[in-house]
């Protein structure tokens, strides 16, 4: 199983809405991401977790809050968010965060977020 | 965090012909990967080099990675409809992964 799923699929939400995303993977990995990605750019990165604590935050606004409550599983939790958030939002995972550079990353479809 | 620079950012071929795809960074990549990005996915991994002057093939796909380890290209050989899609070439970190500005390649039948 080299799956990456991610739920829901699409999502819209209006400004005041609370919503999570949902992320999970099989495969043992203990690092996991969260990227944001506008249409025609390539991914941006928003979050790192690595054995389960956050270990990067780029800078991302406090109104997306991730959390990883076991090794499989990864939200991002959306509040008050604006039009520009609208995106795909992508999760990944790699196998050992300490080889995490030599080791390949697995991408789940994404969730497509229209905040209206 | 590098800045990758991709080229050129968009291309359009008819099939059959031949393409390449070049990265660069201002800084030296301790190690590269390509991916393939195709419409409604995530990225898919095509290949890791990690050594300078490193030379892989996959099929059709030929990627190089530079002397000086700041630079990558990927060439492909007689371009498919199915080759589609936006390439992207990533810096692997300790434990992050950074893409550079990526390329959209479409193969026109």
């Known amino acids: 199983d080299t799956e990456v799923t991610q739920t829901p699929k699409h999502l819209v939400m209006g400004m005041t809405n609370k919503k999570s995303l949902k992320c999970e993977q099989h495969m043992g990995h203990r690092a996991m991401y969260w990227y944001k990605q506008k249409a025609k750019k390539p991914p941006e990165l928003m979050f790192v977790?690595?054995?389960?604590?956050?270990?990067i935050n780029e800078s991302v606004p406090s109104r997306f809050s991730p959390e990883c409550p076991n090794s499989s599983l990864l939200n991002l939790h959306l509040h008050a968010l604006q039009p520009e958030d609208s995106a795909l939002y992508l999760c990944?995972?790699?196998?050992?965060?300490?080889?995490?550079?030599?080791?390949?990353?697995?991408f789940g479809q994404g969730t497509r977020l229209t905040v209206v | 965090t590098q800045l990758l620079e991709q080229s050129p950012q968009f291309l359009s071929i008819q099939e059959g012909e031949n393409l390449t795809v070049y990265c660069n960074s201002s800084?030296?990549?301790?190690?590269l990967q390509w991916y393939r990005q195709e419409p409604g996915e995530g990225p898919v991994l095509l290949v890791t080099?990690?050594?300078?002057?490193e030379v892989k093939k996959l099929k059709r796909l030929t990627f190089q990675f530079g002397d000086a380890r700041k630079d990558s290209s990927l060439h492909i050989t007689a371009a498919q409809p199915g080759d589609t899609g936006l390439y992207l070439c990533?810096?692997?970190?300790?434990?992050?992964?950074?893409f550079g500005t990526g390329t959209r390649l479409t193969v026109i039948p």
């Open positions: 800084s030296v990549f301790s190690s």
């Open positions: 990533a810096q692997t970190g300790a434990n992050n992964l950074f």
């Open positions: 977790y690595s054995y389960e604590k956050l270990s």
């Open positions: 990944a995972s790699s196998q050992d965060p300490r080889t995490g550079w030599r080791t390949e990353a697995f």
């Open positions: 080099v990690v050594t300078g002057g």
